[in-house]
C-alpha cells in the first residue's frame, strides 16, 4: 500500500514538473529598447502583455540616442526585437545603415498618414508626436524676480542666465527636436545665432529629455527646455510649475516602432508592431501625449497644455535625419563644454 502510494505521488510530481515546464516553454520573451517617457512605456508594455499574455516583454528604456547607438554597436549580433518609441529622425539613420526591417503592421492603414512610413515598404509606424516646451517655476521665479517667458527669444534675456537648463542633442531627442524646431523657425544662420545666445543663459546640459522639468519643479532651476508631459505629470503632482508654449511655434517629432532586422524573435516581432499600430494602444499613449496615431482620439490629460497642436512648426523629417549628425556635430563642436558629464 505504501509502494502504490509512493509511486502515485512521484507520478503525480512529474505530471506537476512536465506542466511547469511547457507553460514556461509557452512564456516567450521579446527584448523592447524604448525611448518613450518611462511611464508611457511601461503602460504601453503592461497593454501588450495583457492583450498577448504569452509573450514576456523585457524592456530598456533609455534617451534616443544612446539607444541607436546600442542598435548600431550590436547589429553584427542584434539584441533587441523591437524599438518601440524612438524619434523618426533617428530611426532613419538607423535605417540608412540597413538595421531596420520592412513590415507593414496590421493596423497601418488606420493610422493617421503623417504617422506613418508612407514609403513602399515602410519600416516604422508611429505612436505618437511629441513638442518642446517649457516648464517655468512659478514660486522661484517670483522669488528671484524673473518673469514667465513667453517667446523662445525671451530666454536669450541676460536675466535668465544661469537659470535655465535643457537636454543635450547628443543625447536626448527631445533636445534635438527643440533644435531642429529654432533652426526650422530661425533659418539656418538665425537659428544658430539663437542657440549662441541661449549659450550663455544655460546652467548646464543634461542627458535626459524629462530631466529639466524636473529640476524646475523641484527649483534646481527656474526653466527647463523640454516637453509637456513630465511638466503635467509634475503639476498634478502639486510641484509650481507652469507650462509654456513658445510663440513662435514648437519643434516636434513622431516617435515610432520598428523591427530591428536579424531580430531573434520575429515572429512576436511582428505580434507587438502589430498591436502597437492598434487603436487600444493610440488609447493608452493618449492618457500621456495629446497627439497619437489615430487622429479622432482626443483625451488630453489632467492640465495639460491647450493649442499645442496649433502651434506645431512645418518640419522637414528627411531633411532632418539626413542632416542629423551635421548638426549634432555642429552643437558639439559650439556648445559641448557645458554638457554634464555622464552619472
Given amino acids: ?25 509557452q512564456q ?5 529598447y524604448s525611448s518613450l517617457d518611462e511611464d508611457q512605456a511601461k503602460a504601453l508594455v503592461r497593454g501588450f502583455e495583457v492583450a498577448h499574455p ?7 528604456v533609455g534617451s534616443t540616442a544612446p539607444i541607436i547607438a546600442r542598435v548600431i554597436a550590436e547589429a553584427a ?48 509606424v508611429g505612436i505618437d508626436a ?30 535668465y542666465r544661469g537659470h535655465i537648463t535643457m537636454p543635450s542633442p547628443l543625447s536626448s531627442g527631445t533636445a534635438l527636436l527643440a533644435v ?8 539656418e544662420q538665425g537659428g544658430w545665432d539663437f542657440m549662441d545666445k541661449l549659450h550663455a543663459n544655460i546652467a548646464q546640459y ?17 526653466i527647463g527646455i523640454s516637453y509637456a508631459t ?9 510641484a509650481p510649475i507652469s507650462i509654456v508654449l513658445p510663440s513662435e511655434g514648437l519643434g516636434w517629432e513622431v516617435e515610432a516602432t520598428a523591427i530591428v532586422k536579424g531580430a531573434r524573435n520575429l515572429v512576436d516581432a511582428k505580434v507587438m508592431a502589430d498591436w502597437m499600430s492598434s487603436r487600444p494602444a493610440a488609447e493608452i499613449s493618449a492618457k500621456f501625449l495629446p497627439m497619437t496615431a489615430y487622429d479622432d482620439i482626443n483625451a488630453l490629460p489632467r492640465n495639460y497644455p491647450v493649442g499645442e497642436r496649433e502651434k506645431l512648426l512645418n518640419m522637414d523629417f528627411a531633411k532632418l535625419a539626413a542632416s542629423r549628425e551635421a548638426i549634432m556635430a555642429e552643437w558639439q563642436r559650439r556648445y559641448g563644454t557645458k554638457v554634464a558629464p555622464r552619472s
Fill in 77 to 124: 549580433s542584434p539584441q533587441a526585437d523591437v524599438i518601440m518609441g524612438n524619434a523618426v529622425s533617428a530611426l532613419m539613420a538607423a535605417d540608412a545603415r540597413g538595421l531596420l526591417l520592412s513590415y507593414k503592421p496590421a493596423h497601418y492603414d488606420r493610422v493617421s498618414p503623417q504617422m506613418r512610413d508612407q514609403r513602399a515598404e515602410p519600416v516604422w
Fill in 28 to 32: 516567450r520573451t521579446l527584448t523592447v
Fill in 54 to 60: 504569452a509573450i514576456k516583454v523585457n524592456m530598456i
Fill in 230 to 238: 513630465p511638466g503635467v505629470k509634475l503639476i498634478n503632482e502639486g
Fill in 1 to 25: 500500500m505504501l509502494k502504490m502510494l509512493l509511486r502515485s505521488v512521484a507520478c503525480a510530481a512529474l505530471v506537476f514538473g512536465s506542466m511547469l515546464g511547457d507553460a514556461a516553454a
Fill in 180 to 187: 531642429n524646431g529654432w533652426l526650422s523657425v530661425f533659418g
Fill in 130 to 159: 511629441w513638442a518642446s516646451s517649457l516648464c517655468f517655476n512659478t514660486a522661484e521665479g517670483a522669488k528671484k524676480s524673473l518673469p514667465a517667458p513667453r517667446s523662445w527669444m525671451d530666454l536669450t534675456n541676460p536675466i
Fill in 206 to 222: 543634461g542627458h535626459s529629455g524629462s530631466a529639466p522639468c524636473r529640476q524646475a519643479g523641484s527649483g534646481e532651476v527656474v
